[in-house]
């Protein structure tokens, strides 16, 4: 069963940091770009960022740019977002989500395994 499972999400101030994991089971990472989305209450889902297959070529919505930083480790066939210097506006469900392809899309319905969501909570 091919699964996708987040991780590290939770209450933090603004200004403050949290790590978010993704960890693949039921198949090899390595074969897949991955990408991160977020959803608000009440808002549409919203492309954070994603990871070429290769690891080699990463991007980040502008909102983000700068703050946060996504990597990836096929040997643990795990993804990591790091989210640095947060705000109250980056509130919200965190997915990750997998596409067989050698480059990420910033559309979320490309996109056919999602992990559950963890929420992140940024208060001011």
């Known amino acids: 069963q091919l699964q996708l499972v987040e991780s590290g999400g939770g209450l933090v101030q603004a200004g403050g940091s949290l790590r978010l994991s993704c960890v693949a089971s039921?198949?090899?990472?390595?074969?897949?770009?991955i990408g991160w989305f977020r959803q608000a209450p009440g808002k549409e889902r919203e492309w954070v960022s994603c990871?070429?297959?290769?690891?080699?070529?990463?991007a980040y919505a502008d909102s983000v740019e700068g703050r946060f930083t996504l990597s990836r480790d096929n040997v643990k066939n795990t993804v990591t977002l790091q989210l640095n210097s947060l705000k109250p506006e980056d509130t919200g469900i965190y997915y990750c989500?997998?596409?067989?392809?050698?480059?990420?899309?910033?559309?979320?319905?490309?996109?056919?395994?999602w992990g559950q969501g963890t929420q992140v909570t940024v208060s001011s």
């Open positions: 989500a997998a596409i067989q392809t050698r480059y990420c899309s910033r559309t979320w319905t490309d996109y056919g395994y």
């Open positions: 039921g198949f090899t990472l390595e074969s897949y770009s």
């Open positions: 990871i070429w297959r290769s690891g080699g070529i990463t």
